[in-house]
Structure formats: C-alpha cells, structure tokens
C-alpha cells in the first residue's frame, strides 16, 4: 500500500517579494514559520545563499536562531549549511549555542556547493585550496564536534560538546548518496531545482547505506515544489510566480519575487521556457484531489520517508493555504 501519511516539512530560501524591503522578507519567513508550525509540519528549514539580492539567506545560522525565538516546537534547521563557505569548528560552536539555548530543536543540514558564483565562492572561502574536496572530512568533524566527551580531540567546540545535533546531507548529484550511505546518515535530495539525478541518488543512497549509531536504515527526504490551491486553474496560475522565479534563475537576472501573470508566453522564450521548467519539473501542483493524486504516484515510485516542499506564491495568506492542504492531505483530512 502506497504510504502518503509521511512527515511534511518546510524549505524557505527567504525571498524578497516585490514591494518588500529585506526587514520584509525577514518578518515573512518568521511569520511562515509560526504559520506551518501551528499546521503541524515537522521542521522548518532555511537554505544558505550569497550575492543574491533577491534572498535574504545569506547568514543562515542567524537566520534560524530568529526563527527558533519566534516558534515554540516546530524542528528548525539549515537546508542547508554550505560547508566550504565555513570552518567546521565555527559552524560546531554556532549550532552548538543554539541547541544550548533551544534543545533538541535544531537540525544541520549540510552541502557541498558554495551557494553562490565562483567569485563570490572565493570571498567567502576560509582558503584558497577547493575546500569541496574536504566535504567528508568536514562533516565527520562535525560529528564529533557534536559527539561525547570521550571522543573529543585536542580542539572542541564550547558550547557544542554531547549536543548530538542530527545532522543531514544534502544533494543535487549522485556524490552526497554515496558519502550519505557510507556515514549512515540522513539524505536529502534537492529535487525543487535539480530534478534530473533524483531517482538514481535514492538508488544509490538506499542500496548503498551503511546502519550506524545515528540510523539503523535508511532515511530519505525529498524537497519539492508545492503549488496546491483551491483549483487546479488557480494553481496554473499562482505558479506563474514559481516560473518567473525559475526564469529569474536561468536568465541570472535579479528580480524580487513576482505577482502571477496570466500567461507566461510573453515573458519567455521557448528555450527559457524548457531550462526553467526542466528545473522545476518536482512539483505537485493543483487542487487538493489533484495534488493528492500526484503525491500518490510519487510514493508508489519513491517512497520517501519524508517530503519537504518550497512554495513559491506571491500572496503570503495562499502560500499558508497551500502548506495547509498538503498537510491535509498527508494527514488524511
């Protein structure tokens, strides 16, 4: 039997909607945050992005302790930390003071890209060497950082020292299954804008995985684009928003986030059109009956044990009105 009744979650990149000053799109985040943490979702994630003006993501860690100040129980978490942008050790005692502060409400997602332009990329590098290429080894610092007293090195991190902060890898290619599988920990594929490798990277990660003492099997999550509305005519449309800001992406231009248009053909050409759609091809869309058939089929052929969707609507009270009904419909409502 196809299982649909699975934990739901949030991923906000944090955008500026046009009209929005950055204070705005702050307030928004926070507002979203304490909205689905009232519907129940299971944790609220926020991604790490530089140079972008339309993103307020740049300085996630301050970005989730804002957020965890402003909610009670919802779970809040990176989506994730790009860690060659950061010394492991200054990410340890981040997280660190946080889970002091707020136990057991943390979670640390981690990537591997830079989140940004290979200018950009070398401003923000702690050296100059390809630190991409050091991925595993930053992460098994972070387990430790994280892990018991006895375990420790020389250097720690104060606070951070037995907080066992779960951490999870994050991918848009099939390396982050491999190195997932072999840690044992949990995978989560970013197939709201890199679709293309999905199913293999589940393949990978799940025939590969290797128990440990954080995970006896497997756990896979997958992030996804949700446009749900009360039809599925409302839904095309309140996607044109999700387009634009996928043309946004192809094209490199640097618009806030767009009202919906009725029609997207005078806004692109067929090729843009092609990349754009191709990047945003994950994406459950429609009514309630229409998204709950997708979601459907999804699991018959993946079987995640946990989604976690990114909306891109305009209007703040939809975006809350789509989370709503896809937690209605895991939930079976």
């Keep these: ?35 689905t943490e009232e519907m129940g979702f299971k944790r609220y994630w ?18 989730i302790k804002h957020t965890l100040e402003h909610t009670k129980t919802i779970r809040v978490g990176s ?9 492991p050790l200054v990410v340890a005692e981040q997280f660190g003071t946080m889970a002091t502060i707020y136990p057991n409400r943390l979670d640390l997602g981690l990537g ?11 401003a923000l590098r702690r050296s100059q060497n390809d ?7 930053d992460v098994n610092s972070l387990l430790t950082y994280f892990g018991p007293t006895d375990k420790q090195g020389y250097v720690k991190a104060y606070p951070g020292v037995g907080t066992n902060i779960p951490i999870y890898i994050l991918g ?7 190195l997932a599988a072999k840690l044992g920990l949990p995978y989560v594929f970013a197939s709201h804008f890199a679709p293309r490798y999905m199913e293999e990277a589940i393949s990978i990660y ?30 095309i449309t309140e996607s044109t928003t999700m387009q634009q800001f996928f043309l946004n992406v192809v094209r490199g231009s640097q618009s806030p986030l767009q009202p919906p248009v009725e029609s997207m053909d005078h806004l692109w050409s067929q090729q843009e059109k092609a990349m754009a759609s191709s990047m945003s091809s994950v994406t459950l869309m429609g009514s309630k009956d229409t998204v709950k058939a997708q979601l459907t089929n999804f699991q018959e052929k993946y079987n995640v044990d946990e989604l976690m969707a990114v909306s891109y609507i305009f209007d703040p009270d939809k975006q809350k009105r789509s989370y709503r009904i896809l937690k209605e419909i895991v939930d079976g409502d």
């Design 1 to 35: 039997m196809t299982n649909i009744n699975i934990p739901v979650s949030v991923l906000n990149l944090a955008p500026i909607r046009q009209g929005q000053e950055p204070k705005d799109a702050i307030a928004s985040m926070v507002d979203l945050a304490q909205a």
């Design 46 to 63: 926020i991604a790490e992005h530089h140079n972008t003006p339309t993103l307020v993501s740049s300085a996630t860690s301050i970005l």
């Design 79 to 87: 989506g994730g930390v790009m860690l060659p942008n950061h010394s």
């Design 112 to 122: 591997r890209a830079p989140g940004t332009d290979m200018m950009t990329a070398s």
């Design 131 to 137: 630190s991409v290429y050091t991925f595993p080894d």
């Design 172 to 178: 848009s290619s099939t390396d982050s299954a491999y």
């Design 206 to 235: 799940r025939s590969r995985f290797q128990p440990s003492q954080y995970l006896d099997s497997p756990y896979m999550m997958v992030c996804v684009n949700v446009i749900a509305a009360e039809t599925d005519e409302e839904a």
